[in-house]
């Protein structure tokens, strides 16, 4: 069954510094998104990603944030300098069409923010 | 901002039996109903949807039923198999727009 693909599935990075969490999303899909796990709380929305545009995107997704498609087959998240908040895990998905009920997820990155 | 719920962080059910886990929403704009179910170290995986204008959907083990003047979904898993210990979560969508979350209820199914 094709699967939505992360890498790498932890990074440790120092507050400040940038990270990028990448992501394979299944081949024929057309929409894309991340979403994030903070420990303990609930799975949240940050971005949604259609024809090479940000479609939609959340009060977390700030300057500091910003997506990438850049070869078609990558989906990339970029944080461009991290804070402690930031630590959680970060979720890509994808879906076929608009409407994203059957978003698949791919197991996600956990990234931690010293 | 808590317009998806799930109230019990945690539920505990013998093998065989039935497991109910519960779901209420505020937002009557909603259109969609989903579960989630998740697994240390992996991603949610879709289990089971409704829409709005029904109030019940099944597959296989699961069920899940909409009660929407009461704003609010449940998940029936009968029997209840070991395997089904995770995490579930609840999640609800307005047309097009993004998944929004519950905070997900830990499903241990106790042999």
């Known amino acids: 069954e094709p699967e939505v693909t992360q890498t790498p599935s932890h990074q440790v990075t120092q507050m400040g510094q940038e990270v990028i969490l990448r992501c394979v999303p299944i081949?024929?899909?057309?929409?894309f998104y991340w979403y994030r796990q903070i420990l303990g709380q609930k799975v949240e929305f940050l971005v949604s990603?259609?024809?090479?545009?940000?479609?939609?995107k959340s009060e977390i997704f700030d300057d500091q944030f910003s997506v990438e498609r850049p070869d078609g087959s990558n989906f990339t998240l970029k944080i461009r300098s991290t804070k402690l908040e930031d630590s959680a895990m970060y979720f890509c998905?994808?879906?076929?069409?608009?409407?994203?009920?059957?978003?698949?997820f791919g197991s996600g990155t956990q990234l931690s923010v010293l | 901002d808590q317009q998806v719920k799930q109230n019990s962080p945690s539920l505990s059910v013998q093998e065989g039996r039935i497991s109910i886990l519960n779901c209420d929403y505020t937002?009557?704009?909603?259109?969609?109903f989903l579960w989630y179910k998740k697994y240390p170290a992996e991603g949610p995986t879709f289990l089971i949807s409704?829409?709005?204008?029904?109030d019940k959907n099944e597959d296989g083990r699961f069920t899940v039923f909409l009660n929407k003047s009461a704003k609010h979904l449940s998940l029936h898993i009968v029997p209840s198999q070991p395997g089904d210990s995770a995490v579930y979560f609840c999640?609800?969508?307005?047309?097009?727009?993004?998944?929004?979350f519950g905070q997900g209820t830990r499903l241990t199914i106790n042999p």
């Open positions: 409704i829409s709005s204008i029904k």
């Open positions: 990603f259609y024809n090479n545009e940000i479609s939609e």
């Open positions: 081949s024929n899909h057309l929409y």
């Open positions: 999640a609800a969508i307005q047309g097009a727009q993004k998944l929004v």
């Open positions: 937002n009557s704009m909603f259109d969609y």
């Open positions: 998905a994808s879906t076929e069409r608009t409407r994203n009920e059957k978003l698949f």
